[in-house]
């Protein structure tokens, strides 16, 4: 008989999307003629860059001719494109990261998702709230907790956010042996100094621990005194991987492509205390899991580090920027109390109340639509989330209907 994997059972449905479906689906049905304005979901709305349009187009033709052909391509990817990750995003940046450090991948999420499973079993796992789901799901999925209750899963570490911290969770005061953190963060926006990541990073040294460091949004830093990578901290080599992604930043969510780097001085330990390299174990998993990302994506990344490229990319984070200032600011006239949006494409408000009750509010007398933080984990109760990947004329329209709903 077939049994199944009894971890999967212990899943809390995540009914957050489908919920907001539902209930946008029957405002639109009350009101068929009202132009719904989506500002929910984390998803982009721009165009690719032409820069990366034309690399893709020139590689598609490529493999229309046996001569120029592709067949399958090294499991961590091109040389071509890590190097230009290696050098346009770390070694510019002053950071020691070697091309061989980089592996290509088609999504942050599978990454962040998957990184889990090269650990033991019973080690302590600590995950901010309110979070990106993924990091909590894979753990549960592979053993690490017991059941839920009340929103938490026993045998996890919840690092709580909320306003008296900035949404910078404080350090554990139990030991712990895996920390996943994210910054720019998603759901809240906030951002961490690198006197704060530094805490972490000192942390992870002491405690022998590991850092996943989520910089799914690095793009959108503009403070230049702001930290872009983990590797911008002292001794981050030693204790942290870092996973990044072209979805957010040059709008490939449709088209896939991340990266997570893995330093080769990440050390992680046998039951009987000996050393063994992290980069070992996720080159070996990732050899054996996964196939690479098609060439013609690749090449389509790769394009984002040309000249034109960049500045494509940039053009794109700044008309996204400029929309989250916007809301920021409307929504601090209107008196809520806000964090993100300056440095990030999410803006994170204080609901004066439950979650969903301002989602409602939001819905049905100003025809937007956010994500009720409560979605997110406890902490996020209380909150809403507005996110700022949307034209700016429906920004600016969505922005002048709340005013007038609330
Ligand atoms: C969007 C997002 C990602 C990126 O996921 P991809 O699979 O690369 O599209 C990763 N982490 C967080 C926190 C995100 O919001």
Redesign the pocket.
Known sequence: MIKINENYKKLQASYLFSDIAKRVTAFQQANPDKHIIRLGI?DVTRALPDACVKAFHAAVDEMANDATFHGYGPEQGYDFLREAIAKGDYQSRGCNIDTDEVFVSD????D?GNFQEIFANDINVAIPDPV?P?YVDTNVMAGRTGQAEDGRYSGLTYLDGNKANGFIPDLPSEPVDLIYL?FPN?PTGATATKEQLQQWVDYAIANKALILF?A??EAFVQDESLPRSIYEIEGARQVAVE?R?F??TAG??GT?C?YTVVPKDCTAYTASGEAVSIHDLWNRRHTTKFNSVSYPVQKAAEAVYSKEGRSQVQELVTYYLKNAKYIREQMEALGYDCIGGENSPYIWIDAKGDSWTFFDTMLNNAGVVCTPGAGFGKCGEGYIRISAFNSFENVQDAMSRISGAL
């Open positions: 984390g999504g942050a999420k599978c962040s990106y993924v994210c998603n989520d799914a949004y996973f992604s979805s957010k490939f969510t896939r991340a």
